[in-house]
T-cell receptor, first 114, second 113 residues
Framework: EDKVVQSPLSLVVHEGDTVTLNCSYE??????LLWYKQEKKAPTFLFML????IEKKSGRLSSILDKKELFSILNITATQTGDSAIYLC??????????????FGKGTLLTVNP | DTAVSQTPKYLVTQMGNDKSIKCEQN?????MYWYKQDSKKFLKIMFS???????INETVPNRFSPKSPDKAHLNLHINSLELGDSAVYFC????????????FGEGSRLTVL
């Protein structure tokens, strides 16, 4: 069964700190790894990573994938209170034929205090 | 306009009842999904439809029946509700069946008493 493990499960930091969130996975027929941010309600897409070693960046957020060691990290620099959320890692793998499905990790609950 | 909208947002009902949750997307996407997020916050796929065709059906009790009347709508009907069905149900859509970039609705919180 496909497995996605995130760590830490929760993290409390102060504004301005830099955080690193981890995601490791075991899946067959890997296609991509994705990061989502879930505030109060709907998860929203952050990044999709398909190639090892290529950093994706969006503002203060960046992410990188290591397909050899089967993990990804999500970095957030100069954190702000608005970064407080659950960060979900998901791996997309073949569900048979041309169907792909996402397996989500439990998420990391990040709390940024002022 | 909300891209993926679900109704109702909250649902409280008794065990044994039957209930439905509706979902509509106005993004023109081909693929729609139902996910369940339980109390431990795990998001798990239940069903996926591509252009009204069921393409993924995880091991979900057959009390759960999805229906897609057209590619913009995916509804979820649940028969004989049980306590363990209490969760937040998220509808999502994607441009195609082979992309992991999903657009989620705001969720429907179902509480079974």
């Amino acid at each position: 069964e496909d497995k996605v493990v995130q760590s830490p499960l929760s993290l409390v930091v102060h504004e301005g700190d830099t955080v690193t969130l981890n995601c490791s996975y075991e899946v067959t027929n890997f296609r991509s790894l994705l990061w989502y941010k879930q505030e109060k309600k709907a998860p929203t897409f952050l990044f999709m990573l398909t190639s090892s070693g290529i950093e994706k960046k969006s503002g203060r957020l960046s992410s990188i994938l290591d397909k050899k060691e089967l993990f990804s990290i999500l970095n957030i620099t100069a954190t702000q209170t608005g970064d407080s959320a659950i960060y979900l890692c998901a791996v997309e793998a073949s569900g048979g034929g041309s169907n792909y499905k996402l397996t989500f990790g439990k998420g990391t609950l990040l709390t940024v205090n002022p | 306009d909300t891209a993926v909208s679900q109704t109702p947002k909250y649902l409280v009902t008794q065990m044994g009842n039957d209930k439905s949750i509706k979902c509509e997307q106005n993004l023109g996407h081909d693929t729609m999904y139902w996910y369940k997020q339980d109390s431990k916050k795990f998001l798990k796929i239940m069903f996926s439809y591509n252009n009204k065709e069921l393409i993924i059906n995880e091991t979900v009790p057959n009390r759960f029946s999805p229906k897609s009347p057209d590619k913009a709508h995916l509804n979820l009907h649940i028969n004989s509700l049980e306590l363990g069905d209490s969760a937040v149900y998220f509808c999502a859509s994607s441009r195609r069946r082979d992309t992991g970039e999903l657009f989620f609705g705001e969720g429907s919180r179902l509480t079974v008493l």
